[in-house]
């Protein structure tokens, strides 16, 4: 049975396994979810992925809901060198993922981004909409600065010289920001490391959803880091 990975372009944890899947050249069937029409909140999807989210890997009988999950099983199963074998370098890429998914998918993409672009992520509440960004903007810049002067730095990549699948991942919800016209200026290594993966041969097919959506918002006003 094929590989199935059910996504959809719009959505943020998607895009890092499309990305990785062309540039590796994995070879799996990608299966729309139409989140537009709430067809991931439907039985017949629900009995896949409970969540009621994507992405989600189908290999046979096995089931992964969970990005960063996908991402290393895609990695092993291609025996890709972004996801390393030596036990101390796969150590720092698990960390990176981790660290991203703690800190920069919470503040800065579920608390400061989305609540922007996504009706559904808005409080409701003028003053409860304002303090929110207000405080994950805080914080969301203060893990930009901890991002490009101690978790990069020098480095070209986020675990050295080398690309791996953390960056696949981070670089993704980093680019989130993008949307929202937020200025990376202040972060010179991390607009650096931005633009080196944005040179992949992937990025720009798998960013052309995202990107006409932000277009389809270009009047609209944005608080920006």
């Known amino acids: ?3 199935k990975i059910y996504y959809h372009p719009a959505s943020t944890t998607c895009r890092p396994i499309m990305l990785f899947a062309r540039e590796q050249k994995v070879d799996a069937e990608f299966v729309l979810v139409d989140l537009f029409t ?7 999807y629900a009995r896949k992925n409970p969540n009621k989210l994507v992405p989600l890997l189908e290999d046979g009988d096995f089931r992964l809901t969970e990005s960063s999950a996908i991402l ?18 796969r150590a720092k890429v ?31 509440d003028e003053a409860v909409q304002k303090a929110t960004l207000a405080w994950n903007g805080e ?11 101690d978790l990069l ?3 070209k990549f986020l675990c050295g010289d080398e690309l791996t699948i953390a960056d696949y991942f981070g670089a993704c919800f980093v680019a989130l920001g993008e949307i929202t016209r937020s200025d990376f200026s202040a972060f010179p ?19 052309e959803a995202i990107d006409g959506y932000a277009a389809s918002m270009k009047d609209k006003q944005f608080a920006s880091l």
């Open 38 to 44: 709430g067809e991931h909140m439907q039985e017949a």
């Open 189 to 207: 290594n991390v607009s650096a490391w931005l633009g080196r993966m944005k040179q992949l041969p992937s990025w720009k097919p798998v960013f």
């Open 1 to 3: 049975m094929a590989l």
């Open 94 to 124: 698990n960390e990176m993922m981790d660290w991203i998914n703690t800190q920069v998918c919470r503040d800065f993409a579920y608390g400061f981004v989305y609540p922007q672009i996504f009706p559904f992520h808005d409080r409701g």
């Open 139 to 149: 914080r969301a810049r203060k893990w930009l600065q901890v991002l490009d002067r």
């Open 153 to 155: 730095g020098s480095r």
């Open 72 to 89: 290393k099983y895609l990695a092993d199963l291609s025996n890709s060198p972004a996801y390393p074998k030596d036990l101390k370098r």
